[in-house]
């Protein structure tokens, strides 16, 4: 069984600040994981993946995230937040093969606003 | 390159009645995912299909099913219609291979009244 969690609902910053946005996740296997992002009424666009190899990601939009196997988490961040910024974003794991095990399971999603 | 294209993009139904809900993915890719989006939630798993087979199911009554035909299109229905169907429903195309990605689609709007 997998789970995320992801802790608080909503984050602000200001334009310009860090970005941090924390995800823990659950998995009895070793797991993929994913961070999308959600602009409204809209689908989802994947940020990055990490898939066991090198454990820091780097996405689009310069955001990144560090793979953490003894903390269980997959944390994304953004040096410098910019307006556009601002959307729901969301983590996910999956299983590391076919079929089944690659659904995707997603954590609640956490709401990204910029202030200027 | 075309992205997944979902159709219809809102939908308004009554307690009741059923739903087609309809999808294609991107060019080359084989296996189709089903994600139900409630408001204010994430995506949940109905199913996925690859290569016309179901590979997996999850928490959804049996008034859910799907299909996929031979051109990897996708199907979700959805029977009896509850309120509590309304949601944002998300096709996701994939490869079929291992360490694969799954690049969602614009996603159909359900309302139930």
């Known amino acids: 069984a997998q789970s995320v969690t992801q802790l608080g609902s909503h984050v602000s910053v200001s334009e310009g600040a860090l970005v941090l946005l924390r995800c823990n996740y659950s998995?009895?296997?070793?797991?993929?994981l994913f961070w999308y992002v959600q602009y409204p009424n809209q689908g989802l666009q994947l940020l990055l993946k990490?898939?066991?190899?090198?454990?820091l990601v780097k996405g689009i939009n310069g955001f990144e995230a560090e793979f953490k196997k003894s903390e269980t988490s997959f944390h994304l961040t953004k040096p410098s937040a910019h307006m556009s910024d601002a959307a729901e974003y969301f983590c996910?794991?999956?299983?590391?093969?076919?079929?089944?095990?690659?659904?995707?399971?997603f954590g609640k999603g956490i709401t990204l606003s910029v202030r200027p | 390159d075309a992205g997944v294209t979902q159709s219809p993009t809102h939908l308004i139904k009554t307690r009741g009645q059923h739903v087609t809900l309809r999808c294609s993915p991107i060019?080359?890719?084989?296996?189709v995912s089903w994600y139900q989006q409630v408001l204010g939630q994430g995506p949940q798993f109905i199913f996925q299909?690859?290569?016309?087979?179901?590979?997996g199911r999850g928490n959804f009554p049996d008034r859910f099913s799907a299909r996929q035909f031979p051109n990897y299109s996708s199907e979700l229905n959805v029977n009896a219609l509850l309120l509590g169907d309304s949601a944002l429903y998300l096709c996701?195309?994939?490869?079929?291979?291992?360490?694969?990605?799954?690049?969602f689609g614009p996603g159909t709007r359900l309302l139930v009244l």
């Open positions: 996701a195309s994939s490869a079929g291979t291992e360490q694969e990605t799954q690049y």
């Open positions: 998995s009895s296997v070793p797991p993929y």
């Open positions: 990490y898939t066991s190899a090198a454990t």
């Open positions: 996910a794991v999956s299983g590391n093969g076919r079929g089944a095990n690659s659904k995707l399971t």
């Open positions: 060019s080359g890719h084989k296996s």
């Open positions: 299909y690859y290569e016309k087979e179901e590979r």
